[in-house]
T-cell receptor, first 114, second 114 residues
Framework: GAGVSQTPSNKVTEKGKYVELRCDPI?????LYWYRQSLGQGPEFLIY????????DSGLPNDRFFAVRPEGSVSTLKIQRTERGDSAVYLC????????????FGSGTRLTVV | AQSVTQLGSHVSVSEGALVLLRCNYS??????LFWYVQYPNQGLQLLLK??????LVKGINGFEAEFKKSETSFHLTKPSAHMSDAAEYFC????????????FGKGTRLSVIA
């Protein structure tokens, strides 16, 4: 597609439930990144994929968070047993690869845990 | 490890006045530096980037930034503010190799007063 697409744009879930957030990157972009942005803060790195594999998952806060990218394009961020502190905007970005390109971001998924 | 510090969480300027948003970086290697803009309820958009070529970098919407190694700074400027420049601005840093993810600052909210 022309840009990075994230679905849903908004998600409200009850504490303890499981959620999946989807990211469809720009076609041909090999690198895909997930960030989390809390109110009044900058984006915080979660995980980075190069192709199908997670090249760096050091930003995942705990084992309730998991992400996959099985075919090297679409990625899903999965959160188990959601907590109110998980409420944030989850941003996905993609890049052709290489450090000098910068990232193209999607509009994000606003997750609210009630 | 890389980090950035954005001085001033909120900057207010009059329409037509100079815009100056400050960013200082910390990096153990020569960094790549980026400025992103975020409009309400949207993802981040790349304004400009420094990737070790010219130290004065011009971006979109009339913005520019200068990399100053001696001051470890990468401040964003625009000669004349427009109402449409009101947004959140983020400075980000990465290492030039190794596919390390971008590290963002906390952001500066720019308000433009008519």
């Amino acid at each position: 597609g022309a840009g990075v697409s994230q679905t849903p744009s908004n998600k409200v879930t009850e504490k303890g439930k499981y959620v999946e957030l989807r990211c469809d990157p720009i076609s041909g972009h090999t690198a895909l990144y997930w960030y989390r942005q809390s109110l009044g803060q900058g984006p915080e790195f979660l995980i980075y994929f190069q192709g199908t594999g997670a090249a760096d998952d050091s930003g995942l806060p705990n084992d309730r968070f998991f992400a996959v990218r099985p075919e090297g394009s679409v990625s899903t961020l999965k959160i188990q047993r959601t907590e109110r502190g998980d409420s944030a905007v989850y941003l996905c970005a993609s890049s052709p690869g290489g450090q000098d390109y910068g990232y193209t971001f999607g509009s994000g998924t606003r997750l609210t845990v009630v | 490890a890389q980090s950035v510090t954005q001085l001033g969480s909120h900057v207010s300027v009059s329409e037509g006045a100079l815009v100056l948003l400050r960013c200082n970086y910390s990096s153990s290697v020569p960094p790549y530096l980026f400025w992103y803009v975020q409009y309400p309820n949207q993802g981040l958009q790349l304004l400009l980037k420094y990737t070790s070529a010219a130290t004065l970098v011009k971006g979109i919407n009339g913005f520019e930034a200068e990399f100053k190694k001696s001051e470890t700074s990468f401040h964003l400027t625009k000669p004349s503010a427009h109402m449409s420049d009101a947004a959140e601005y983020f400075c980000a840093v990465s290492a030039p190799s190794g596919n390390t993810p971008l590290v963002f600052g906390k952001g500066t909210r720019l308000s433009v007063i008519a």
